[in-house]
């Protein structure tokens, strides 16, 4: 059709529908969280197989230019058979030691370009994973980026944050107070929140072209993701419903959110129950401390959407998978290993089998644990 223009993306409000007119948005105008809309779809031809990193997809991910890429060889992580019917998809192994990568180099190759054009720099809430990774990507791309932290932080991605070289702002009072501070109007300050923007979500998307791949496209029927905020959850489920979409799949495995006792707002309301957040989180999970997060609506709908599953772990379950899976050689944080302990119990509580083939997603390196051995197990919290 002549003179008809194909929109290959559209990224809309996830409430009123409204199209968000700029890539730099973070949320619509009436306030809800913005989606990213596909309008093409996946074609097995157009990965680039000789580029074993994200950028492989580099033709699904439309608006971004391929000579503006920063990359510091994310994504394309090892696919490990760990037992008859388990696998784990090692995403810890990524360059700043977290699965956040794959958003950061996403939105930060997107952006770097029409930032600069206007003077701008960017600013993220975050005192973990995300803050260290965005960091990490603002540096090469020789971005300003200022990370909002909560005062007191400390540890091993606090000092990724400031040897990436990121200006750091302290701030006192609440998470949702750093987040505010970080979002505050100032002149030429763009916010790029890596839970808010639709972009840093749609890079996890690639997660699950990944998975597909790597298993020739036969995908097994389970998929275990600790979930806090739901960047990688939104992000993975998109992804899989991207190549349903295209006819490579015929549905998505069942996605099986997987969270801690003390922070389990998903799993509460998606199995109907109330949920009551501790005053202080003391999990050893440490990078899992979304107890109200902002895009929870739509955790659920997509959850319920791909026939998806929620489970809860007690802390000692946690602390006996993290210990067992350092006993195979995988040194992950124990946020991580919320996700093989949610496997091991619904092994035990017989909602899945052996029959039944598993992913687990490794989403963060061990390294960055606060945790000094021995580590007591069964330990009161
Ligand atoms: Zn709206």
Redesign the pocket.
Known sequence: MVGVLVMEYEIK?S??S?TSPSILDFR?????PLEMHLHFNFEKRKIRKRNYSLWRYVSFFPYVNEKDIVSLGEGWTPLIKFSDSAYFKLDHLNPTGSFKDRGSTVLISALHKPLKKVGGYISEDSSGNAGASIAAYAAPAELKAKIYVPEGVSGQKFNQILFYGAEVVKVSGSRGEVAEDAQKLEKRKFYVGHILHPLFRDGIRSLAYELAEQFCWKLPHRIYLPVSAGTLLLGVINGFKHLEKSGLIDASPKIVACQTRQVSPLYHRFKGLSYTPPNRITSIADALVSVNPPLLDLMIKNLKEVNGDAVMVEEDEISSAFIKLARKGFFVEPSSAVAYAAYEKQLKTKETSMGDKAVIVLTGNGLKSKLQPPLRINAAF
Do not use: A, D, I
């Open positions: 409000c409430k009123c409204r619509c105008s009436c306030g809800s």
